[in-house]
């Protein structure tokens, strides 16, 4: 069994969407929301959808000002048997610059949410790495979180296992300019590990240029199971249950 733990399969980016699906028959994704419209599809899929676990949340790219109404959706619907976490959550300061403190707050305020339903916590922090820690250390607690499509180095990485904490591993381990990433999936265990497409982005080898699915989950761990020099088989059983255990699945 393998599981992708964290895709987007938004009916906008897939005219193909049930032949995705049905090709990760037998295995399981977590489709992860990031806005309203989002959200509401994620809701849609696991209700519709054995294998479809989901998250729902507010990216930092989707903050407005008004996002209170945002947070109700999202606290309406948190419990959800299918709804395993809050996210895609964090801090983005790559794309938005102007709007840092309003973003830390949304993103405090959705810790808390997480923290106040036992619900995993799944982060997007791009060039934000320094802020998304210092919040965590005060915010977390022993709550679950993911670092979803990890892109830091192995240094913070080591400051992170503090936490309650796994490490999303993306396609882009297979990317030849991914030296950063290798070193980290080189010298952090097995146990600290989880798989992800970011579908539809972030095509690993040899699909790279095309749109990412859920179904190439298993080139991630093919990199992996080379970088850590271990059976395929083992890379799948140990980030399976790790993710079974990080979301607290009911499979």
Excluded at 172 to 182: A, E, G, Q
Excluded at 218 to 246: C, D, G, M
Aim: charged share 30%; glycine share 4%.
């Amino acid at each position: 069994m393998i599981i992708d733990t964290h895709c987007h399969l938004d009916i906008k980016d897939y005219d193909n969407l049930e032949e995705v699906i049905k090709n990760m028959e037998g295995n399981y994704m977590i489709a992860s929301g990031y806005n309203l419209e989002s959200n509401k599809h994620v809701i849609e899929l696991v209700n519709k959808y054995d294998n479809i676990f989901g998250t729902i949340g507010l990216h930092p790219s989707d903050v407005t000002e008004d996002y209170e109404s945002d947070l109700l959706f999202i606290e309406s619907n948190i419990n959800n048997p299918k709804i395993v976490g809050v996210g895609e959550i964090g801090l983005d300061y790559y794309w938005e610059k102007d709007n840092k403190e309003l973003q830390k707050e949304v993103f405090i305020k959705q810790i808390e949410l997480a923290r106040k339903y036992n619900k995993t916590i799944v982060i997007h922090s791009r060039e934000a790495i320094l802020d998304t820690y210092n919040i965590l250390d005060e915010y977390l607690g022993n709550n679950k979180a993911v670092l979803h499509c990890y892109s830091s180095n192995i240094e913070m990485a080591k400051r992170f296992k503090k936490f309650n904490i796994k490490f999303g591993i993306s396609g882009v381990l297979t990317f030849k300019n991914s030296s950063k990433l290798k070193e980290v999936v080189k010298e952090l265990n097995l146990s600290d590990l989880l798989l992800e497409t970011d579908s539809p982005y972030l095509t690993p080898e040899p699909y790279r240029g095309k749109k990412n699915e859920p179904s190439y989950t298993k080139y991630v761990a093919e990199a992996i199971a080379k970088i850590k020099e271990v059976e395929y088989e083992k890379v799948l059983e140990i980030t399976t249950q790790n993710a079974i255990s990080q979301f607290d699945l009911n499979i």
